[in-house]
């Protein structure tokens, strides 16, 4: 069983950043795949941002850019460092862990971006 611990939401002005972080434990083998994902209100949960085990990344089309995802292995961490904030980027922000045939998520954390 993985456990993954999100922190760093909060409440943001548009153009403002903040940086999510995401901390993985537990019975932990390997882990391919840590990502980012998010769900806002009448919205179906959607892809942020991804990072392999060797560092090759994806991000959704919405936020290239303006987020950088970060992975430490040594630490079984990811991060979200996100910058120019945009009212549709409001939304609850879930940590991500993929290693076939296992996924786990985090409890997530509410991003709001508002004046």
């Known amino acids: 069983q993985v456990h993954l611990v999100e922190s760093g939401g909060g409440l943001v002005q548009p153009g403002g950043s903040l940086k999510l972080s995401c901390v993985a434990s537990?019975?932990?083998?390997?882990?391919?795949?840590m990502g980012w994902y998010r769900q806002a209100p009448g919205k179906q949960r959607e892809l942020v941002a991804t990072i392999t085990n060797n560092g090759r990344t994806n991000y959704a089309d919405s936020v290239k850019g303006r987020f950088t995802i970060a992975r430490d292995n040594g630490k079984n961490t990811v991060a979200l460092q996100m910058s120019s904030l945009k009212p549709e980027d409001t939304a609850v922000y879930y940590c991500n862990t993929q290693d076939s045939p296992y996924e786990y998520w985090g409890q997530g954390t509410q991003v709001t971006v508002s004046s």
């Open positions: 537990g019975s932990i083998f390997s882990i391919y795949t």
